[in-house]
């Protein structure tokens, strides 16, 4: 069976979380999981980050976590980064300046990479997991680095 739940909770653990979908539910929209002006030029001024809702059980972890080990990374491509690093530290605690972004999906792998070298030189790759909703991300970072890996539905296995 999985190791991930025991070495999510080792104090050393490093973890960078996914925003959306991760750390927010994507109920962005009034009828819709996303918001309805997605795709459209007024999306850009729309902040959408504005109502999230913290998610408990990832609010749970994060807050007997220390933050110094938490980060986020995420794909924005419609400028809302700062929104986004607001919401990240109004609910979670995790600070703005540990939120990092791409355009990409494709380059968060070598993000973390160049982070983790940067932040945590001499760290075990067993103590760095990268959590993420989608599939094909996860896919990414298992081909990519040498670091665990975790979904999010994993804390509903321990509610």
């Known amino acids: ?6 070495i999510l909770h080792k104090p050393d653990t490093v973890v960078f979380f996914d925003i959306d979908g991760t750390l ?7 009828n819709h999981a996303h918001h309805e002006l997605d795709g459209t030029p007024e999306f850009r001024d ?42 990240v530290e109004r609910l979670y605690g995790i600070p703005a ?13 070598q993000i973390v990479m160049n982070k983790v070298k940067e932040l945590f030189p001499d760290i075990s790759p067993e103590s760095v997991v990268l959590m993420d ?8 970072y298992m081909a990519q680095t040498p670091f665990c890996t975790a979904h999010p539905m ?3 296995e321990y509610l």
């Open 24 to 30: 927010t539910s994507y109920n962005y929209g009034k």
């Open 133 to 140: 909703d989608n599939d094909d991300t996860l896919g990414m």
């Open 97 to 109: 300046s540990h939120c990092f972004y791409t355009l990409e999906a494709k380059e968060k792998p």
């Open 46 to 87: 729309v902040n959408i980050y504005a109502d999230c809702k913290r998610l408990k059980p990832l609010y749970d972890y994060i807050s007997g976590h220390d933050v110094n080990r938490l980060f986020c990374i995420s794909r924005e491509p419609h400028g809302h980064e700062a929104w986004k690093s607001e919401m």
């Open 154 to 156: 994993i804390f509903m």
């Open 1 to 6: 069976m999985s190791n991930i739940w025991e």
